[in-house]
């Protein structure tokens, strides 16, 4: 056979028809293929889930509807069951009135409360019924069953009306057959309602579909029962027979009962044989089959036979109810049943709803497991090599890729990962070669040292940019020429051969180099040079890094003049002083020579400090310094030893005349006049000479022994010089022991305050005290001022001294304020330390405030060489202290400048003339004279004046004509303790009666004080 003649006769190998088909093939396989794994795995996924949940909300619809079917039978059930009730109780009205109507007579309290016991059990099943329609909202007729049940309610209401009115009054006649139709056409309503809610439903179990056709049977059979109830009460009620139309009735109701009975036990048998049911069936029999039919019959037999009835009206209603009941009762075993099967159909339901519903939980699970479990082992892989493969593809190696499966996953990224980690350690190796080249070069460039690169020769390679800037040298100058490692200065440099020796050995070659810049300044370079080897291990260049070291050579040079000379005066300080004086001393002793060392101190150096400021003070220095070294010998050393102090060392004299001479051209050169800017200065100085080795072996004695004899020199009237001796260095060392008992004083309270009173020279009265200190020492007794209050202001002692005078005197001060001596005053000396003190002030506010004094008795009393010591600073003290309110008092005038512009611009409140010029006043009319021009100006400056050191009544007189306004002295008191001055206090006498007496001075006085 020939395939390929069978093949080309194929119908498929036409080619028409086939390429429409692999066209369509071809695009749905493009269309399949464009689509992303985890895409179609979402599809597939997703159209199974909703397959499955329509599926299952299909069932779950009609199980639902099946529910709702349920729920409307359960409720015509409900409304079924109220129906029945209200008409069995309407049915035992309808007999219960129908026999009243009929027979007014037995409308007894019996009958009439047993009648609205009936109404009650209507008018409550009534509205039970209402309210079972409103719990049945969803039932498709309900609003047609409230129709018809509201139409009920509102006839029973009219006709109960007419009853209860023909019941009541006497002459209203209402037919009881009237009222039986009313109230059957009422029943037959509650039936039309109770037929309308029970329409068919399609599906269910046969009892259920069976229920509504019972109902309907039991109903009638009551019905027909009550309605021969009513009949039947009616006509015994009044003792009558039955007519023929009755008769008729009697037998319809017992056809149609008959008819109905026998369709009930018909349809009974698709009912089981329940315990409640049987025992419904058994009632039924014995009491309506059994014990009605007999009563019936007997009734009936009497009324034709027209006996009495058996039964009274009301008897033949209790029996007949009963059998009415019974098969109501039957009926609620039925519907007992009925509602039991509808409880199963609705349990049914939603039991099939609920495993419905987790079902759908169930496969949305099973479908979110098998998803995730997909993602996780498909889609998250892809997803994870698709991104691992982009980080990768835009050079990003730090991430590595993570797949935790092991499957064929894992072992593409296992490939993956190696790839990466080669890559980033490719990367990595270029990165640390890229950056140590990189930080290599920016050290390079940036370093602040020279770095030159010249290959074996010394041929320059590379010039970093420092090179320029140090040497001035531009790159192009220098590279490709040969580098020049020699200094300018041959001698501190190695031979150029053995450099190179070194360096070509293999050796690295440091040291320090003085080069030359290319603008010709000359600079230190710290210079290092190293080989550098190729890979073989061979010198290929050399590396020179050259350190510009120029400033901290002077730094070094400047630091090493610094160490052992003063900044200002460029003179040699303490530690080159002790090192000069040793090489003196080595020298003197060499050569049997005395070494002298003169401490020159200058006079007054404070105040033009203090005057004319640091900056002149300075130069003033640095010109007397200048002067000490021109004036002294090449061989002598001038040391500035500190402040003002300067310290001449000399040796090489024979005898002590030699320092004399030189001590008097040192003193002669600074008494010159110095002009220092636009101020022509004189200056003096005191010195203190030593010898070595006659008053000292060390330093340290032979200064302390000079500084004694230049303050000695001082004490004397400054600008002189004086030896040491062993008297001065006595006096030093009680100086020191006074200062010790002074400090020792004011720890152990041994001041104490003395008082001299100052007298009015108009009154003769005590009119102020001035307070005096005095120390009771323990081993001197009573030491005066003149001997501490200098060492006390040295050593700045006198300010807690001061402190603790004013708080004294204060304290006094108020305590006779308390006496009844309120104007006395209390004068107080203060020092010129305490006024420099900056808390003087402050000092004087806290005491005034802690006892209590008026601050215008207190009065402050300032020497008038304190106040020219530095007068425009104490001006402004005394402001402050004046501002206070405190009296100033001008102690000792006319000892010191007596400067009368001073005068006038101070706030001085008194004026004290100082004992000099009282002393021999009436034997120097020129005194008297002085003190009288004294008294005017100070009363013209509105300044009282007070004499001090009155001691006769002469010079007491001689002051009250001079002007005086008080005076002090001997004459009055001497400084007394507090108690005795207190004394004199309470005598309350005139002191000066004489000078009160005489009231003009003799003409010999007035000759004195005209001349």
């Known amino acids: ?10 119908p498929m190998n036409t080619g028409t028809p086939e390429r429409p088909v692999r066209k369509g093939i071809q695009n749905l396989h493009g269309i399949i293929y464009k689509i992303r794994i985890r895409q179609l795995l979402l599809l597939i996924f997703g159209l199974l889930s909703l397959i499955a949940i329509a599926a299952i909300s299909w069932n779950a619809v009609g199980v639902y509807q099946q529910y709702i079917h349920a729920e409307n039978m359960a409720g015509s059930n409900v409304v079924g069951e109220q129906s029945l009730a209200l008409n069995v109780y309407l049915a035992r009205e309808r007999g219960l009135t129908a026999a009243l109507l009929a027979n007014r007579g037995i409308y007894d309290d019996r009958n009439r409360q047993h009648l609205n016991h009936l109404r009650q059990k209507s008018d409550e099943s009534l509205r039970l019924l209402f309210q079972k329609i409103s719990q049945f909202p969803r039932l498709p007729t309900i609003s047609l069953v409230h129709k018809h049940v509201t139409a009920v309610q509102q006839r029973l209401e009219q006709i109960r009306l007419q009853a209860d009115h023909s019941l009541d009054k006497e002459g209203v006649k209402f037919d009881y057959t009237v009222w039986i139709k009313a109230i059957t056409g009422c029943i037959e309503e509650v039936a039309t309602a109770n037929r309308i809610v029970s329409t068919p439903v399609d599906k269910i179990d046969h009892a259920v579909l069976y229920g509504t056709t019972v109902k309907e049977a039991f109903f009638n059979l009551s019905e027909n ?11 015994i009620a009044q003792h009558r027979p039955f007519n023929a139309e009755e008769y008729d009735l009697l037998r319809i109701y017992k056809h149609t009962r008959d008819v109905i009975g026998k369709q009930m036990d018909d349809m009974l048998g698709f009912f089981p044989d329940t315990a409640e049911i049987l025992a419904a069936q058994e009632n039924l029999q014995h009491t309506y089959k059994k014990n009605y039919q007999a009563l019936l019959s007997a009734v009936m037999q009497s009324s034709r036979n027209g006996l009495a009835y058996p039964v009274t009206a009301r008897e033949w209603f209790d029996r007949s109810t009963e ?230 050579k002077a730094l070094e040079k400047r630091l090493d003049y610094m160490a052992y000379h003063d900044e200002l005066t460029g003179l040699p300080n303490r530690t080159l002083l ?28 404070k105040l033009i400090n203090d005057s004319l400021g640091h900056r002149i003070g300075d130069r003033l220095l640095v010109e007397v310094a200048n002067r000490l070294k021109q004036t002294a010998r090449g061989s002598d050393t001038v040391a500035r030893y500190g402040g003002d102090e300067f310290v001449i060392l000399a040796s090489g004299f024979s005898d002590k005349d030699m320092p004399i001479d030189l001590s008097k051209r040192l003193l002669s050169a600074i008494e010159q006049t110095l002009a220092i800017e636009s101020y022509q200065l004189h200056v003096s100085a005191s010195i203190g000479i030593t010898l070595w080795p006659d008053d000292g072996d060390d330093m340290d004695t032979l200064l302390r022994q000079a500084d004694t004899a230049m303050y000695h020199a001082k004490s004397l009237g400054r600008g002189q010089f004086q030896f040491f001796t062993r008297e001065l260095n006595q006096q030093v060392t009680q100086r020191l022991r006074l200062e010790n008992d002074l400090r020792d004083a004011i720890e152990n309270q041994e001041f104490e305050i003395y008082y001299q009173p100052q007298v009015s020279l108009k009154s003769g009265k005590i009119v102020g005290a001035e307070a005096l200190i005095r120390w009771n020492h323990p081993e001197l007794g009573l030491v005066s001022p003149d001997q501490f209050i200098a060492t006390a202001e040295d050593t700045n002692l006198i300010i807690p001294i001061g402190e603790w005078v004013i708080r004294s005197a204060l304290k006094q001060a108020i305590e006779w304020k308390k006496l009844g001596h309120t104007t006395l005053s209390m004068a107080v000396n203060v020092s010129t330390r305490q006024l420099d003190d900056a808390s003087f002030i402050s000092q004087l506010i806290s005491s005034l405030e802690t006892f209590g004094l008026e601050a215008e008795y207190l009065e402050i009393e300032i020497t008038e060489s304190s106040v020219m010591s530095q007068p425009e600073k104490m001006l402004y003290v005394l402001n402050s202290i004046k501002s206070l309110g405190i009296k100033l008092a001008l102690d000792d005038f006319g000892t010191g400048y007596s400067s009368l512009s001073y005068l006038r611009r101070f706030p001085f409140d008194k004026l004290k003339i100082d004992r000099s010029f009282i002393k021999d006043i009436a034997s120097k009319p020129e005194d008297a004279a002085i003190i009288r021009t004294i008294g005017e100006i100070a009363h013209n400056l509105n300044m009282t004046v007070t004499g001090e050191g009155v001691e006769t009544d002469i010079q007491a007189t001689y002051m009250r004509h001079c002007g005086c306004d008080e005076i002090q002295g001997y004459l009055i008191s001497r400084p007394i303790p507090a108690a005795q001055f207190e004394l004199l206090l309470r005598q309350s006498a005139t002191y000066l009666p004489r000078i009160a007496d005489e009231s003009e001075p003799s003409s010999t006085l007035h000759a004195e004080l005209d001349s």
């Open 1 to 10: 056979m020939d395939l390929s003649s069978a093949r080309n006769r194929s």
């Open 225 to 235: 029962a009550g309605r021969e109830r009513a009949l039947i009460s009616a006509v």
């Open 323 to 552: 059998a009415v009941d019974a098969i109501i009762n039957l009926s609620g075993a039925i519907d007992s049943h009925i509602n039991d099967d509808i409880e199963l159909i609705k349990s049914h339901s939603r039991n099939t709803v609920t495993a419905l519903f987790f079902t759908v939980l169930l496969v949305m699970m099973i479908f979110t497991i098998a998803f995730a479990i997909t993602f996780q082992r498909i889609i998250m892989p892809l997803r994870e090599l698709e991104w691992s493969a982009n980080t990768i593809a835009r050079g990003d190696f730090s991430v590595p890729v993570q797949i935790f499966s092991k499957d064929e996953f894992a072992d593409v990224a296992k490939a993956f990962e190696v790839m990466r980690d080669y890559l980033l350690n490719d990367r990595e190796r270029r990165q640390k070669a890229e950056d140590q080249l990189r930080k290599l070069s920016t050290a390079i460039e940036q370093s602040t040292s020279s770095i030159i690169i010249t290959d074996i020769h010394g041929v320059t390679e590379y010039v970093n940019p420092q090179f320029y800037q140090t040497t001035g040298y531009t790159p192009e100058e220098v590279i490709g020429h040969k580098f020049n490692l020699r200094g300018t200065d041959k001698k501190i440099l190695p031979s150029h051969d053995d450099l190179f020796r070194t360096i070509r050995n293999g050796h690295v070659w440091q040291g320090e180099l003085l080069n030359k810049k290319k603008n010709g300044d000359l600079r230190w370079d710290l210079v290092s040079v190293s080989p550098v080897r190729n890979r073989e291990g061979k010198i290929a260049h050399f590396i020179c890094i050259q350190h510009d070291i120029t400033e901290r």
């Open 578 to 605: 002790i090192d000069r004086f040793e090489q003196h001393c080595v020298t003197a002793k060499r050569l049997n020579e005395k070494v002298f060392l003169l401490m020159l101190d200058l006079d007054r150096f």
